[in-house]
């Protein structure tokens, strides 16, 4: 089937699904492969539950003959899922903006959609729907009232980020920085740099727009030729902004480029600055007003594990375990040892996806922790367990969540911080 007529199905019936356990009648169900998962297998439970119809790229057995008609064979239903998805963004003419980066870009985008929303019918990324199979899905719920789409991009090796730029097409777009993230699939961090880049290479052939921050001398670098550039940072940029405060929460104030004086967030941590700084960019570009633009920012709370301030009975609790790097880790340790707090617990899960630089950047977090005065250090995991130092270590998560509950800790402020595969969130479960 081209996917022209298999698109004027999808308008008639605009709702697709790869998990039947999801699955509303009248969607499309697109019957998706994996190492230990084959979707073919589903299709007749997706018809039965309602499915309007499966996209299959396995014939039926004769035992399933019974779904002809309600069936599309394809020759691979991801590739034919992303074509449908790129023939999908076609149909609009409005500006879509890219997010990538190794740190901060759920946030930013999180900030630049309620920024957005606040004048535009804005879609964005569900979560961290931001891959091969995600990306499309969110191209795929856009509506025909669009006036902004925000798409998140996450990658771990070379050519991803490209790939994904062919199917979302942007016209706008966002790096919010390089660190050491998936250093196993990249290799290095100037490997990084070339994958995370590959959305400035299609602004670059594509007279896009890029919004950069300029404190970043590696993003001003990257970003040369590029038709148009919007800066943002601390100095010699169009919006101007810097920490007020960030004891717990972050206080911006502005210097230039918006008619604003600060602004008050629920986001913990100066690490948070770019993140705000974009979100303000972007919204000043698209005219959004500037008391609609602190309005969202300052209503914008966290969750999801994503620096969540937690108080509970006398602790205040720093809940940042949907995901951690060398870089982002660094920068969680060094920001809670700015806290006033006098009473100081780091929880912190191993690293994961670092590969052979896997031992020297647990090392390096270790020598970090050394710096500051802590009421106490739990280490959980991973290469954290090669080391011999004299903190308390545990196996998984919830051994270290059986430690804490049993513990009296009063009046203390605790960070937990850990790779997704960790799961550190179990630590405070009750």
């Not at 949907?322 to 660094?330: D, E, L, Q």
């Not at 060094?334 to 006098?342: A, G, V, Y």
């Amino acid at each position: 089937m081209q996917i022209e007529e298999l698109y004027k199905i999808y308008c008639q019936y605009p709702s697709v699904q790869t998990d039947t356990r999801k699955l509303r009648p009248g969607d499309i169900y697109f019957a998706l492969k994996g190492t230990n998962f084959n979707g073919n297998h589903f299709a007749k439970q997706a018809i039965k539950s309602g499915a309007a119809f499966a996209v299959i790229d396995e014939k039926l057995t004769d035992e399933e003959n019974e779904l002809t008609g309600k069936t599309i064979l394809v020759d691979d239903v991801l590739t034919t899922l992303q074509s449908l998805a790129k023939y999908h963004r076609l149909q609009f003419d409005i500006p879509f903006l890219a997010i990538t980066g190794s740190n901060g870009k759920t946030t930013t985008k999180e900030l630049i959609h309620a920024v957005l929303s606040t004048s535009y019918k804005t879609y964005t990324t569900e979560g961290n729907l931001n891959n091969h199979i995600g990306i499309p899905l969110t191209l795929l719920k856009i509506k025909p009232d669009a006036e902004l789409a925000v798409i998140e991009m996450g990658a771990n090796h070379i050519g991803e980020i490209e790939s994904y730029c062919n199917i979302a097409i942007p016209t706008h777009g966002i790096i919010t920085n390089c660190g050491k993230a998936h250093l196993e699939g990249f290799g290095s961090e100037e490997g990084v740099r070339k994958g995370k880049g590959e959305l400035y290479d299609h602004l670059r052939t594509h007279n896009g727009i890029a919004f950069v921050m300029w404190d970043y001398e590696y993003l001003q670098e990257m970003s040369k030729g590029i038709p148009k550039i919007i800066t943002y940072g601390t100095t010699s940029a169009v919006i101007e902004g810097t920490v007020a405060t960030s004891e717990p929460f972050l206080k911006v104030v502005f210097h230039k480029g918006i008619s604003l004086s600060s602004l008050q967030s629920h986001l913990v941590g100066d690490y948070n600055l770019p993140n705000i700084l974009a979100s303000v960019a972007v919204g000043n570009y698209f005219d959004v007003p500037a008391e609609k633009i602190r309005f969202a920012i300052e209503n914008y709370i966290p969750s999801n594990n994503r620096s969540q301030w937690i108080e509970k009975g006398s602790n205040k609790i720093i809940l940042d375990a949907y995901n951690a790097n060398p870089s982002s880790m660094i920068q969680a340790i060094e920001n809670f040892s700015r806290m006033p707090d006098p009473k100081k617990v780091l929880i912190l899960g191993a690293m994961a996806e670092l590969g052979k630089h896997s031992l020297e950047e647990h090392r390096a977090v270790l020598e970090c922790i050394r710096k500051y005065k802590w009421a106490d250090i739990v280490l959980v995991g991973g290469d954290f367990e090669k080391f011999n130092t004299s903190y308390l270590w545990f196996k998984k998560a919830e051994d270290a969540g059986k430690w804490f509950h049993q513990q009296d800790i009063q009046n203390s402020t605790i960070l937990i911080k850990g790779s997704r595969s960790m799961q550190m969130e179990k630590v405070v479960k009750e």
